[in-house]
């Protein structure tokens, strides 16, 4: 099998892997990966996010310039950082960055991003920059974690979908390592696809 085929084949699943990884990372719940494609939207996979019920992204009120609440600004770099981690994954999988293959990602964390610096192009630029650097740094510098990477990749292949469940337990089963359990209350039952990852 030629790389190009290999990486068409695999790429998919390096994407929604590396989505599903840094959420755990991060604990942020969702209910499923897939690498089964929507027809309707023409995406070869997405991680089915569940709704976080206190994620407001306008965190600045009118006339207001500075962050009002740190945490809010954290979740909200957390929400870019795994959205720029499917990319991110593909990239380090396939060797080269893919943005055109995750534009719904691009485009969330565009606007994301542009709630977080008021539209400042420049600082737009470098924070999107920064978060992928940073959600490669999550999944290399530790070597398990790309181990985990590779693991959810490849029973993505095997399965098509795992579910939040499956993805943790293919984690535990390559580490001894304990994941947060318990998550931010203002995780909501109800799911929805969001963000609409790629
Ligand atoms: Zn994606």
Redesign the pocket.
Do not use: E, V
């Given at each position: 099998m030629s790389s190009a085929t290999r990486n068409r084949c695999s790429g998919p699943a390096y994407?929604e892997a590396g989505?599903a990884v840094v959420a755990m990372l991060k604990g942020r719940r969702f209910r499923h990966a897939t690498i089964v494609p929507d027809d309707g939207d023409g995406s070869l996979g997405h991680v089915y996010f569940r709704v976080l019920r206190a994620f407001d992204p306008e965190i600045w009120s009118a006339g207001d310039w500075v962050l009002d609440d740190g945490r809010k600004a954290k979740r909200l770099d957390d929400e870019v950082c795994i959205l720029v981690a499917?990319m991110a994954a593909e990239a380090i999988y396939t060797g080269r960055r893919n943005w055109r293959g995750?534009h719904s990602?691009y485009r969330a964390a565009v606007n994301l991003a542009s709630y977080r610096f008021r539209g400042w192009n420049d600082a737009i630029t470098a924070y999107l920059r920064w978060q992928a650097a940073e959600a490669e740094r999550l999944m290399t510098q530790n070597p398990l974690n790309w181990k985990w990477v590779q693991a959810v990749a490849k029973r993505l292949i095997r399965e098509k979908t795992l579910t939040e469940a499956n993805v943790r337990q293919t984690l535990r089963s390559l580490s001894q390592c304990t994941f947060p359990e318990t998550v931010a209350k203002s995780v909501a039952k109800q799911p929805t696809k969001h963000p609409p990852?790629?």
């Open positions: 994407h989505h499917g995750a990602d990852a790629t």
